[in-house]
């Protein structure tokens, strides 16, 4: 969600805290008015927590209420590695997970977005964030992006600007780009045929950073946009809704 703050004029600095996090601020073009971007991740209990919005030396506390979510359960068949990694691909899975970790720990302090997020294919997104998974009989962690049945080879656009923090084949995901928008704020595009981008490149919105394929755990060709925001895991979705319009 998008939380819109009206500070005092001569507000110096603002803050928000919520969820047991504390959330990136930013000013509005209009004097006294600030943002942030809160997630709220996956696995937030559910029922009211408090946002603390501190402006100076002024505090106020918002009432948000998580309410129960029903998701959907898909059940897939891959390769078996791809569900229990072999013995010599253990040590490579763990390094990756450790890299993704501190990635997600240290993000750009400035904001590299100053446009609405857009999708990055034209095409309908067709399994939705939540999912609970469950590959070769066995259940997994719940899809933490949105995937979209987009054909081979067709080209991925950045959802906004940002710079790439990771240009790497990955053991589960496969050709993975990673984008840090700033602020906390990631995109995940993952299974690419092809990477046209590498680390430390800034990309502004709409690049072109890859095309979709069918590498990692898939069962064809797709392409899965996940989005991190301050390590919440977040439905990339909500951040086209809340953020279409700046």
Do not use: C
């Amino acid at each position: 969600m998008l939380l819109t703050i009206d500070a005092p004029a001569a507000a110096r600095q603002v803050s928000v805290r919520a969820f047991d996090r504390d959330w990136a601020t930013y000013r509005d073009p209009v004097p006294g008015r600030w943002h942030a971007l809160v997630g709220i991740d996956l696995e937030t209990k559910t029922g009211t927590h408090d946002a603390i919005v501190t402006a100076d030396t002024d505090r106020s506390v918002e009432r948000l209420v998580v309410a129960p979510r029903a998701f959907p359960t898909r059940r897939l068949t891959v390769n078996p590695d791809l569900v229990h990694p072999p013995p010599d691909q253990e040590a490579r899975v763990a390094r990756e997970a450790q890299h993704l970790h501190d990635l997600w720990d240290h993000p750009a302090p400035e904001r590299f977005w100053t446009t609405p997020f857009v999708p990055p294919v034209p095409d309908e997104a067709n399994s939705a964030f939540g999912t609970r998974s469950v590959y070769n009989g066995e259940p997994r962690p719940p899809h933490t992006g949105a995937d979209f049945l987009s054909p081979t080879g067709r080209p991925v656009k950045a959802p906004n600007a940002g710079r790439i923090v990771l240009a790497d084949p990955q053991y589960f995901s496969g050709n993975t780009v990673i984008i840090d928008h700033g602020l906390g704020l990631f995109s995940i595009l993952a299974h690419l045929s092809q990477i046209d981008v590498k680390v430390g490149d800034q990309v502004t919105a709409g690049q072109i950073v890859g095309k979709v394929g069918a590498t990692g755990r898939v069962t064809g060709p797709h392409l899965h946009w996940g989005v991190r925001l301050n390590n919440a895991r977040v439905d990339p979705l909500s951040l086209i809704y809340v953020l279409g319009r700046l």
